[in-house]
């Protein structure tokens, strides 16, 4: 069974950092465009980062621009990262990672639909 695992959520004071890491299991991700989503009650899940296959092309929401920065480790097992520095308030939500097994090249996928392998959440909360 192809499942995504996520690790490094906490909780953390304002002007903080986090570090996300999303691990495949069950098959290789080599060829997937992979990115991380988050979430809060009463919101559509918002694209927060994505990154192409070869991690040569990399797609991040106005909101994080400079903040946080999206990698793939590919030579160990497709592993992604997400670290989150200099942390606010609203960058508290739920985030998922999630992988696209059909990208379009070697594109970043900015659609939820375009992604169908997600993780099972993990919660990121700032105090501030």
């Known amino acids: 069974q192809v499942q995504l695992v996520e690790s490094g959520g906490g909780s953390v004071q304002a002007g903080g950092s986090l570090r996300l890491s999303c691990a495949p299991s069950?098959?290789?991700?080599?060829?997937?465009?992979m990115g991380w989503f988050r979430q809060v009650p009463g919101k559509d899940r918002e694209l927060v980062a994505a990154i192409s296959w070869t991690g040569g092309n990399t797609y991040y929401a106005d909101s994080v621009k400079g903040r946080f920065t999206i990698s793939r480790d590919n030579a160990a097992m497709n592993t992604e990262y997400l670290q989150m520095n200099s942390l606010k308030p609203e960058d508290t939500a739920v985030y998922y990672c999630?992988?696209?097994?059909?990208?379009?090249?070697?594109?970043?996928?900015?659609?939820?639909?375009?992604?169908?392998?997600w993780g099972q959440g993990t919660q990121v909360t700032v105090s501030s």
């Open positions: 069950g098959r290789t991700f080599s060829h997937f465009a």
């Open positions: 999630a992988a696209n097994s059909r990208p379009n090249g070697d594109s970043v996928s900015p659609l939820p639909d375009e992604y169908n392998f």
